[in-house]
């Protein structure tokens, strides 16, 4: 008698063309052939070797901290005063670019390609140019910053609403304000006779986040009248590298 052969489709070669198996076809137990699976090797191969690099880059990072520079000079006339006394961006509304400050991670004034970091300490130094000058600066001397946000468009970026609500009692006072374009966004002061300002005391705090920083008021007192041209201020912001990204 004749030998009987099971009618079926013949097992493809691992150089076929991959077809799309039918989970209920006869003979299949739903498992990837060996070319499916080579297949599905080769197009993750390039996301894997961008994690691999991207983690040995981070490994061979031994140092998380940066510090950014910048010298402010806050007027170029001659004229001789025994203060400084003036205001930034104070009425510039939220959504709208400020001027007057530094933008992270960027070379251009374009806070669409900026980089958002954590400020985790602040210092100001009062520099006196003329240097045979024995003049000292004074309390109150300080200067204020508003931290900044990306703002699109191609622009320098904006201030950083407050994210909780506050109000207000002034029962006993003259006037108290928590809201408007000055007091209803983010900003920090520096005591620049007391330079050091850290803002990370505890491990749950990680800074102040914002893609850079744009003057609110610089205010200075001085021991004698000096030429105002004379007069500069030396920022130091230590940010956390580790926290670079491109959302707040």
Do not use: H
């Not at 670019?97 to 251009?108: E, H, K, R």
């Not at 699109?152 to 950083?160: L, P, R, T, Y």
């Not at 909780?164 to 003259?174: G, M, P, R, Y």
């Not at 205010?219 to 926290?243: C, P, R």
């Amino acid at each position: 008698m004749p030998k009987q052969y099971e009618l079926g489709t013949p097992e493809k070669e691992a150089t076929d063309a991959i077809e799309t198996p039918t989970p209920l076809s006869k003979g299949y137990d739903g498992l990837p052939k060996f070319n499916e699976l080579n297949q599905a090797q080769k197009r993750n191969m390039p996301k894997a070797m961008r994690s691999q690099v991207a983690y040995q880059q981070k490994k061979l990072q031994y140092s998380n901290y940066q510090i950014v520079n910048f010298r402010i000079k806050p007027d170029a006339s001659a004229s001789t005063q025994d203060y400084f006394y003036q205001t930034y961006n104070v009425a510039t509304a939220v959504g709208t670019a400020l001027t007057d400050g530094v933008l992270f991670g960027s070379a251009t004034k374009d806070s669409d390609k900026a980089k958002y970091y954590n400020i985790v300490y602040a210092s100001a130094r009062w520099s006196f140019i003329n240097t045979t000058s024995t003049n000292f600066l004074l309390t109150p001397s300080l200067i204020e910053f508003y931290l900044l946000q990306k703002v699109g468009g191609g622009v320098f970026g904006g201030k950083i609403p407050r994210q909780i609500e506050a109000v207000k009692d002034e029962t006993n006072l003259s006037s108290l304000t928590v809201n408007g374009t000055e007091y209803g966004n983010q900003q920090f002061g520096i005591d620049v006779l007391n330079p050091g300002v850290y803002y990370t005391p505890t491990n749950s705090m990680v800074g102040m986040r914002c893609c850079g920083v744009a003057l609110k008021e610089i205010n200075l007192n001085f021991q004698n009248a000096i030429a105002l041209s004379d007069v500069g201020l030396d920022i130091e912001l230590g940010i956390d590298l580790k926290t670079a990204g491109n959302n707040y």
